[in-house]
């Protein structure tokens, strides 16, 4: 009531006057949970570490404050002295370059509200987006006439003539009759009707496939999924209630973890116990959370909480007791099918992807992290394989001698830890690897549980079959674990499968979650499927009482939709897939995994389109959604893909992946992707499951062309170069953001090179040295956790020309022995590079010569504090000559206020000593530039 709230009002203003001093002294009430809670969280010492002094630095930075969410401890906020203008300019400007980059792109609105522009006052008024089927319409071939073209609908069958009108019903069918022509016929096409196409099998293609045309009619909208259609389900009401309200108790609980006194959140009065906090917040009327503190808080003690807001968000902590008030209804029901894979891992309702029952509750499509992960302190025990290789293999010959003292030997570690792996070795199971953070490859092999961290465990009937997310240290990739081992008499865990989704591994676990668990079956939207007794239990997000749709669900079950396998002699040839949907793909998080070279990437050789053996393979204006594993997979030998405009969204894993062979270190077999072209793709909204997922992943495969592309939403970087195999990649003209929204260390473009690989790809010869890479004209930002530069260069990487982008919030980055990274003609806005600075990089030594150098020329840096470092350079001698230099520099155009920046090297320098020394010639140094002059700066290089 009213009056409530005026002496709830009172209340504080009382509070707030009688903790004066406290105030005085903390600045803000319950300051020790600030503090802990938010440096605990985020990865970065020069971060707000309060919700006071972050939403202080927001209103410095920005006119917009919704565009940062201080709960996402990856959301990293740019520097102090910035210009308020920019955050919202930057947006504005990738809009319209997406626009420059793909105009018939007909969902480019998910961009404009991955960009937050309603916070910045933008409107779509202006804005016609393209028909929906523009991208997905197309003729037939040339080629086709109706001796060799064969037609299919869903409401078709199987002994009509294939035409178009007397189609087939199946796409097998088809691919079928295309085999039966003459050679005089030409090439087969198969041509979908609109409707849904549930594959009972995977269309498996071969060489005698090759000029093979899958493609929609008339721009119609063909779907294929591999789920299976339930049919039609007879629900029961399993517990379906309207409930009662019930209050509940949780030791070493906190539920106001990180919040400050406010009309939501605020201090009730002190209690000596618990349960008289908890009995206060049962008589207040409003309070519906509390948290109650120990006398062992300093400063804090015995100080009860209250909630009015109904946030149960709470994190495990000794010394505090929570509760909160819970209604009991229940809408779950109960079907027995008839139809169902006999063990499904996934399930659509109407399209949309339900949760499989787990704790904390969340839905992995919607939340980030840290929301529906178990943050508290947790016991991981034993190592599956030990922490050891079986072997270790070392090739000096050929080596890069050229390296400095890692990465000149091609390493190798064979069975023992790495029996986690198919084939079981990597470079990461060696016992000689190098780099940052390096150790052999080693996992745990369960986990200790506590009812305070699963509340529900005590129930737990049978937790085998469970599955265990974590993330591991460092966020540098999420693991799966498959529970084959419920010990309740000691609450722990054990299992013999899982941990290769990343090649780094670690003795214990993160932050961590659990999945198929019956009794977690508490949540709207979540399911469960006793493969026992074929019964699916839904609690439905209805009223208590409603059940759910009768039809319209499915149950994911294939992995793989298209497999197109060939020998390397005999390759198909001009395949191409056109204009289709494909969607449920069932998840492969869980299968057999490799390490594809010496990158931090483990991966599954599968995806929802797989191709091996394979030339000129055009897959063009197809979309894909809510497939749980990869989209697409180029393995082995592939020449000449084409992969373009496609839509990929929501996808468990990686949306592309391209993974050669080699005979360990020799590559000159030519068994690897190249030539491949990635165009005007639209992808976003990956990861959902695998965190250690990429828009583009590439391993042992070279000359790829990445143009033209617009990349967004993922959990890590979203083009990923595992390794440094043979060059000649062309990255450009993309739009790249919103990478690392769930991590750090990392960037939206990154790369390693710690294995070397003999090619041809440079000059004809074989040599461990590639072409360079090119990056040029890209318009990359390095927000949320991408502290690494917008292309973060990691161990080893070298070998690339970087000209013409404009970098928002990234600088030029190298680490750990990398050499020849040229940085010439790019924009850095406000760079960050751990820490904000234009340039971080350790030197290449001296001794190898100048051929070596890395290089930041003729660029312009902004950076947004007198005083901040504009090089950061590693590895400098007490004193330095200009010929010990080994990065080329000069004709720079530095802006920062004031004027003034800083180098270091050695000693911390100021421009015109670095200048007079005889380093850095034509490198300017001028005040800050307005928001609007850096956004004309973008749009005249980018020309949009």
């Known amino acids: 009531s009213i009056y409530l709230r005026l002496a709830r009002a009172a209340r504080i203003a009382m509070q707030l006057y009688l903790s004066l001093s406290i105030l005085l002294i903390a600045s803000v009430a319950c300051q020790h949970v600030v503090a802990r809670a938010t440096t605990r969280m985020t990865p970065w010492d020069d971060q707000p570490t309060t919700r006071q002094e972050w939403e202080e630095h927001v209103a410095a930075i920005t006119n917009a404050p919704d565009l940062f969410d201080f709960e996402n401890p990856h959301d990293r906020l740019p520097p102090r002295g910035v210009d308020p203008a920019f955050e919202c300019d930057w947006r504005n400007a990738a809009w319209l370059y997406a626009q420059k980059l793909q105009p018939n792109q007909p969902n480019l609105k998910a961009l404009y509200n991955a960009l937050q522009l309603d916070s910045c006052n933008a409107s779509l008024s202006d804005y016609n987006p393209a028909p929906e089927d523009a991208l997905r319409r197309f003729a037939l071939p040339h080629h086709a006439n109706d001796a060799n073209t064969f037609y299919v609908s869903p409401t078709g069958s199987d002994s009509n003539q294939g035409t178009l009108a007397a189609p087939f019903k199946t796409v097998q069918r088809a691919v079928s009759a295309t085999r039966g022509l003459s050679e005089g016929d030409g090439p087969g096409t198969v041509v979908l009707r609109a409707g849904t196409y549930y594959l009972s099998n995977t269309i498996e293609l071969a060489d005698i496939d090759s000029g093979l045309t899958i493609q929609n009619y008339n721009g119609e909208k063909a779907e294929i999924t591999g789920a299976v259609d339930l049919g039609t389900i007879e629900w029961k009401q399993y517990n379906v209630s309207n409930g009662t309200n019930t209050w509940d108790y949780h030791n070493n609980t906190n539920a106001v973890y990180g919040a400050t ?13 618990p349960q008289q906090c908890e009995n206060a917040c049962k008589q207040d009327g409003e309070c519906n959370v509390w948290t109650w503190h120990d006398k062992y808080q300093t400063g804090y003690e015995l100080d009860c909480w209250f909630r009015i807001d109904g946030l149960w968000d709470v994190t495990p902590q000794s010394g505090h007791v929570s509760g909160h008030q819970t209604n009991t209804k229940q809408n779950i029901w109960v079907a027995t099918l008839s139809n169902a894979p006999s063990s499904f891992t996934g399930l659509r309702i109407n399209g949309a992807r339900a949760t499989r029952a787990r704790y904390p509750n969340a839905n992995p499509e919607l939340d980030l992290f840290p929301k529906g992960w178990i943050g508290g302190k947790t016991s991981w025990f034993g190592l599956l394989h030990g922490e050891d290789p079986d072997s270790n293999i070392e090739i000096t010959s050929p080596n890069r001698s050229f390296e400095q003292d890692e990465f000149q030997f091609y390493e ?32 745990p092999a369960g986990l200790q549980y506590t009812s305070d961290l699963l509340p529900n465990s005590p129930k737990y009937r049978d937790a085998t079959g469970a599955v265990i997310q974590a993330w591991r240290p460092g966020h540098w990739a999420s ?26 591994g670690s003795n214990s676990g993160a932050e961590w979650f659990i999945e198929n668990v019956f009794e977690e079956l508490d949540a709207p939207n979540e399911w469960y499927f006793n493969s026992t007794s074929n019964q699916l239990f839904v609690y439905y997000n209805a009223t208590p009482g409603v059940p759910p749709p009768s039809s319209g669900l499915q149950a994911t079950n294939l992995k793989v939709y298209i497999d197109a396998q060939a020998s390397d002699a005999q390759p198909i040839k001009n395949l191409t897939i056109r204009g289709i949907s494909f969607r449920d793909a069932a998840l492969t998080y869980l299968d057999p995994h490799g390490m594809p070279s010496g990158g931090d990437w483990g991966l599954q050789r599968t995806a929802a389109l797989f191709f091996e053996g394979t030339e000129y393979t055009t897959i063009d204006g197809c979309f894909f959604t809510r497939n749980d594993g990869i989209a697409i997979m180029l393995s082995g030998y592939n020449r000449y893909a084409t992969i373009q405009n496609n839509e990929i969204q929501w996808q468990g894993d990686s949306a592309m992946a391209a993974w050669g062979r080699t005979d360990r270190i020799d590559g000159t077999t030519g068994r690897q992707p190249r030539f491949t072209s990635v165009l005007n793709n639209f992808i976003h909204e990956l990861g959902v499951f695998e965190k250690q997922s990429s828009h583009w992943f590439q391993a042992k495969t070279a000359q790829t062309t990445i143009q033209n592309n617009i990349f967004f939403n993922g959990p890590r970087a979203l083009i990923n170069l595992n390794d440094g195999f043979g060059g000649h990649t062309n990255i450009t003209e993309n739009l790249l953001l919103n990478s690392c929204r769930e991590s750090s260390d990392h960037g939206p473009i990154n790369s390693w090179d710690r294995q070397p690989f003999l090619t041809t790809v440079r000059n004809g010869s074989a040599s461990l040295i590639p072409a360079y890479t090119r990056l040029t004209s890209n318009f990359g930002v390095a927000n949320y956790g991408a502290d690494g530069g917008c292309f973060d260069t990691d161990d080893g990487s070298s070998w690339y020309d970087i000209e013409n982008n404009f970098w928002v919030y990234g600088g030029h980055k190298s680490d750990f022995n990398g050499h020849n990274k040229r940085s010439s003609f790019n924009i850095n806005v406000y760079p960050y590079v751990y820490g904000a600075r234009c340039v971080m990089v350790p030197l290449p030594d001296p001794k190898l010569g100048h051929d070596y150098d890395e290089g930041y020329s003729n660029c312009t840096c902004v950076l947004a504090t007198s005083g901040e470092t504009y090089l950061a350079l590693q590895n400098c001698p ?13 004709d720079n155009k530095l802006y920062a206020p004031n004027s003034n920046v800083t180098i270091s090297c050695g000693k911390t320098w100021t421009l015109s000593e670095w200048q007079s020394a005889g380093f850095d010639t034509g490198t300017t140094i001028q005040d800050s530039p307005s928001s609007a002059d850096i ?10």
């Open 261 to 273: 006194n406010s009309t939501n959140v605020f201090i009730h009065n002190k209690t000596e116990t």
């Open 412 to 443: 190798l570690g064979v069975g023992g830890t790495c029996d986690s792996f198919t084939p079981n070795e990597g470079y990461w199971c060696s016992s000689k690897t190098s780099g940052g953070g390096a150790f052999t490859y080693r996992i």
């Open 479 to 504: 693991w799966m674990f498959e529970v084959d081992g419920f010990h309740p008499q000691n609450t722990s865990f054990t299992w013999s499968k899982g941990g290769f989704q990343g090649a780094r």
């Open 878 to 890: 007490a004193t330095i000559t200009p010929d010990q230099l080994t990065i080329m520099l000069g």
């Open 935 to 944: 956004i004309q700066w973008a749009r005249k290089l980018l020309n949009f």
